[in-house]
């Protein structure tokens, strides 16, 4: 199972990102998909959460403005961001976990991409 991140970039307080990850590999479930971020000087925390069940949570700060959603005929994940601020600044992992064709479970992550968001 692989994973491939993009869509980050630099942008101005209030303007809009999606980013996507891409995914491969042979994979049975798709039981957690996560976006994580982890800004300069500070430790990873999780965004944004879609579970199997159709469950999705968010981290506070960002609540009402990102929204995490999948395409299955694309095989990609989003994380649409709205209204962004500074402090959304960080690079972007997209993190996936489940089961693989072979029933064996997975726990995958992407490589990450940079968003910069300038007041």
């Known amino acids: 199972v692989q994973l491939q991140a993009s869509g980050g970039g630099s942008v101005q307080a209030g303007e809009s990102l999606r980013l996507s990850c891409k995914y491969s590999g042979n994979i049975l479930k798709i039981v957690f998909m996560n976006w994580h971020r982890q800004a300069p000087g500070k430790q990873r925390e999780l965004v944004a959460r879609s579970v199997i069940d159709g469950t999705t949570n968010y981290l506070d700060s960002v609540k009402g403005r990102f929204t995490i959603s999948r395409d299955n005929a694309k095989n990609t994940a989003y994380l649409q961001m709205n209204s962004l601020r500074p402090e959304d600044t960080a690079v972007y992992y997209c993190?996936?976990?489940?089961?693989?064709?072979?029933?064996?479970?997975?726990?995958?992550w992407g490589q990450g991409t940079l968003v910069t968001v300038s007041s």
């Open positions: 993190n996936f976990a489940g089961w693989d064709s072979n029933s064996n479970e997975f726990d995958r």
